[in-house]
């Protein structure tokens, strides 16, 4: 990791930074790349992937067709409307 690098990355992250906050991101920076090369030594041959940290599986409910049409309740609230639509004011020309 070098200053060169660690100003392409603000600049690409649209950051406007200092040369004392470039020294400490460029620190950062290579810290976090020595723990990933850490994490590289270890044997994940045989461990299945996490899809979720929660052991819990999705609520699952049976699909009901039902047509309870609420279109005149809600219309009858609107400013304005016709009998099938909310009337609002044009905002593109």
């Known amino acids: 990791m070098d200053q060169e690098t660690v100003r392409t990355i603000c600049y ?3 950051l406007q930074i200092d040369d004392k906050k470039a020294q400490k991101i460029e620190s950062d920076l ?19 992937p996490l899809y979720s940290p929660l052991e819990k599986t999705a609520f ?3 699909d009901i067709e039902s047509s309870d049409n609420q279109k ?3 219309l009858q609230n609107a400013a304005a409307s016709n009998e ?5 004011p044009r905002v593109v020309e």
Not at 35 to 46: H, P
Not at 84 to 88: A, E, K, P, R, T
């Open 30 to 48: 290579e810290t976090i790349i020595e723990m990933i090369g850490g994490l590289q030594k270890f044997d994940t041959e045989n461990v299945q």
């Open 72 to 74: 005149e309740k809600f």
């Open 60 to 62: 699952m409910h049976e």
């Open 84 to 88: 099938d639509y909310f009337l609002v």
């Open 12 to 14: 690409l992250a649209r």
